[in-house]
C-alpha cells in the first residue's frame, strides 16, 4: 500500500500530560494522536475527524529542558466576569529540544495540504512552531512483527518497555462557543526512540526501501 510521509522539524515542542499539571508541566515523551490529527487539521485548514486517517509515526528529539514563564492569572469580578490580576505568576515548563517528527499517513489526499498549509503547524503550543521539510509517498508492506521505536503502542504491549499514559485520541469542537471536550482517552505505551522494540501485532508496515517498521494507528470515535 501507499502511505503520504511528512517529515517536520522543530526548535521545540510541548505535549501535556492533561490528567498531571501541577507544579512543573511535564510534556509526554511522545506526542498524543489528538496533537498530530490537530497538526493535519491546521495545515488542511478544518477539523480532522478521527476515521478520516490512519496514523503512523515515529518521534525523536535532542533532549528535554526546563523553562520559565509568565503566567497571567485571572478572577471573576462582582459581575461575573473573567478580568486579569495585576500580580503575574511564573511557571516552569519542561520541553523537547530540536524535535523531529516522521509521520505516515494512509489517507493521501491530505499530501496538498501540507505542501500548501493552510495555517502556522505547531508541535504542542503556540510557540512550538514547526515547518515541512518534505512530503512524498512511500510504499508500505503489511508484517507480522518488526521492530518499532518513537512511536505510541496501545496498552498492554506484552513485548515492549515504555511509559503507560493516558493520552486523548481527540477533541470534541462541535459545540460551538464552549470549550472543546475530550473525544476519547486511550492507554498507551510510550517507545522512545532510543529503546527500540520488536513487537508482534496488527497493523505493523514495512517501509520500502529502507526497510523500517512502523506502527499505523486507527483511531476509534466514542
Excluded at 515515529?58 to 490580576?85: C, H, M, N, W
Excluded at 493521501?108 to 504542542?124: D, T
Aim: aromatic letters at 10%; charged letters at 25%; a neutral charge.
Amino acid at each position: 500500500m501507499k502511505l503520504l510521509h511528512v517529515s517536520i522539524k522543530a526548535w521545540t515542542a510541548t505535549f501535556r500530560l492533561p490528567l498531571l499539571y501541577s507544579g512543573t508541566g511535564l510534556t509526554s515523551p511522545l506526542p498524543p494522536y489528538s496533537t498530530i490529527l490537530g497538526l493535519i487539521g491546521a495545515t488542511a485548514g478544518r477539523e480532522i475527524m478521527p476515521e478520516e486517517v490512519k496514523i503512523g509515526f515515529v518521534f525523536k528529539s535532542a533532549g528535554t529542558a526546563i523553562d520559565l514563564e509568565t503566567t497571567q492569572r485571572l478572577y471573576v469580578d462582582d459581575k461575573g466576569r473573567l478580568k486579569p490580576q495585576k500580580e503575574t505568576g511564573i511557571a516552569k515548563r519542561q520541553f523537547h529540544i530540536k524535535p523531529e517528527l516522521e509521520l505516515y499517513l494512509d489517507n493521501l489526499s491530505f499530501k496538498r495540504a501540507f505542501e500548501y498549509p493552510a495555517n502556522s503547524l505547531c508541535l504542542g503550543r503556540s510557540q512550538d512552531l514547526a515547518w515541512v521539510l518534505d512530503v512524498d509517498e512511500v510504499e508500505a508492506d503489511s508484517v507480522p512483527e518488526g521492530i518499532i521505536k518513537g512511536t505510541l503502542i496501545p496498552f498492554p504491549e506484552p513485548n515492549a518497555a515504555g511509559l503507560i499514559l493516558l493520552l486523548p485520541d481527540y477533541f470534541d469542537n462541535s459545540d460551538y462557543g464552549y470549550a472543546r471536550e475530550t473525544g476519547k482517552l486511550g492507554k498507551y505505551q510510550a517507545i522512545k526512540y532510543d529503546t527500540p522494540a520488536k513487537i508482534n501485532r496488527n497493523d505493523l508496515f514495512r517501509l520500502q526501501p529502507s526497510g523500517e517498521t512502523i506502527y499505523l494507528h486507527s483511531l476509534q470515535r466514542l
